[in-house]
């Protein structure tokens, strides 16, 4: 049973999902409705939460074309006024499929994460040290919309597909071709499985924040920072950013900007709302002109 995105257009990307399924016995048709909505919220939530389309729409059409497959059209559009789209590049679509695994193309994502760490939360020491994509993948990995995709995509095809599992990829590019097989079921088992607050809402994003308050014994609580008109208050999880302050070499200041990857925790009990912010990376520090004229 084979689901492609189809079109050769710039703004369309030809993305097969291949099910190995027993023709004559078929798929039942509560996995098939769980699985043709869950394959478009997993995209359309992965790029909302990321935005790698940068505020633009993300459409997913399902077009059936012949009996025994179903075509699903990926047209990446923005809205200038209703009803009204302008298309935009494959790139961005090929990035979210290539970050949640959909494709292969020899990097992390979400589906391999998911085999290295056997579906258990990521430790934070591995967190410390990530790149700009593995940034992203962090993000998705403890996504509770995310984790709760996984077994209509995944976990529930796969008990009834047949050795060949899923295969996933570009229409005629072999190489970008993924597989999930029956021996995946126990990482998306225990992955699915993740204790999610339901009640929290996680984002990371680039920010530039302004020096109010911090340990210049190098410990990581209670630093605060200017946050456009907000001030907030956040753990540092950057380990060599804290070293440097406790040895001297970085003094903060007020007048100092730092540019850093900030994780948002974001928790709504009833008609409260409160905000936990972790500094997970200091991506560059700005001595302001006060402290450089004193230097």
Avoid: C, H
């Amino acid at each position: 049973m084979n689901w492609k995105m189809i079109g050769m257009s710039e703004n369309r990307v030809n993305f097969v999902y291949s099910l190995d399924a027993d023709q004559n016995q078929g798929i039942s048709f509560e996995v098939m409705a769980s699985l043709m909505f869950g394959l478009g919220e997993l995209i359309q939530q992965t790029n909302k939460i990321l935005n790698i389309t940068e505020g633009k729409e993300l459409k997913v059409n399902i077009l059936p074309v012949k009996p025994g497959s179903i075509e699903i059209e990926l047209l990446l559009q923005t809205t200038l006024l209703a009803g009204v789209f302008l298309p935009q590049t494959q790139n961005q679509i090929k990035e979210i499929l290539s970050i949640l695994g959909l494709v292969k193309d020899g990097s992390d994502n979400l589906i391999s994460w998911i085999r290295k760490f056997g579906g258990e939360k990521v430790p934070e020491t591995f967190t410390q040290n990530l790149d700009a994509r593995q940034s992203k993948i962090g993000v998705l990995y403890n996504q509770p919309t995310i984790i709760k995709m996984v077994n209509p995509v995944f976990k529930g095809p796969i008990y009834l597909s047949g050795d060949n599992g899923i295969k996933t990829g570009i229409k005629n590019e072999p190489d970008t071709f993924a597989q999930i097989t029956k021996d995946d079921i126990p990482y998306l088992e225990a992955y699915s499985n993740q204790v999610s607050n339901p009640n929290e809402y996680i984002t990371e994003k680039e920010v530039v924040l302004k020096f109010k308050r911090g340990s210049f014994s190098g410990e990581p609580d209670n630093w605060s920072f200017k946050l456009d008109s907000d001030i907030i208050t956040a753990t540092i999880k950057d380990t060599v950013f804290l070293n440097d302050v406790k040895l001297g070499i970085k003094r903060p200041s007020s007048v100092d900007k730092f540019k850093v990857w900030l994780k948002e925790i974001k928790k709504v009990e009833g008609d409260k709302t409160s905000f936990k912010y972790e500094i997970l990376k200091v991506l560059d520090y700005e001595i302001g002109e006060k402290q450089q004229e004193l230097l």
